[in-house]
């Protein structure tokens, strides 16, 4: 079906820009994108986390959801504690440096999420980890498919 072609071919890409950034293990990958989407979906009010999940590749989008307890939702904490909580839930995984997988997600998520939902996201959370994201986005480079794309092409010019 063209859905599921479309989603596992969109996962694929953002897989591969995380591995261009933590090395060229699929899996940990995947592992990294999960972590990461958890604790930032974590931080997020509902309305905010439903609409950015709105925006992930249905495969993305089922991770995103999984575990997803949204009356305990945001939950608190600063730049230091995320990270601390990312190396937490990798730990498991092969070694990893907390902050570039959280910078690595961060990157591809500005690459492919419409520049107005990523502002939402990022007001809605605490100011240093808004500050992190912000700063992350200015190394951002647009992926070839997107230089065409209206709705993000301001966002790299």
Not at 27 to 45: M, T
Request: a negative charge; glycine letters at 4%; aromatic letters at 6%.
């Amino acid at each position: 079906m063209p859905v599921f072609d479309k989603t596992l071919q969109t996962t694929h890409i953002w897989l591969n820009e995380i591995m261009d950034a933590l090395g060229p293990d699929r899996q940990h990958a995947w592992k990294v994108l999960s972590v990461v989407l958890h604790k930032l979906r974590d931080r997020l009010p509902v309305d905010v986390a439903a609409h950015l999940g709105a925006q992930l590749p249905l495969l993305v989008r089922g991770v995103f959801y999984d575990q997803f307890t949204p009356a305990r939702q945001p939950t608190d904490c600063d730049r230091e504690e995320f990270i601390a909580e990312v190396d937490e839930w990798l730990a498991d995984a092969r070694p990893t440096d907390p902050r570039e997988a959280v910078i690595a997600v961060l990157q591809t998520l500005s690459r492919h999420i419409p520049v107005g939902e990523i502002e939402n996201v990022q007001d809605a959370l605490p100011r240093d980890l808004r500050d992190l994201w912000m700063s992350v986005e200015e190394s951002v480079v647009p992926p070839p498919n997107m230089l065409s794309a209206a709705g993000n092409l301001n966002r790299y010019m």
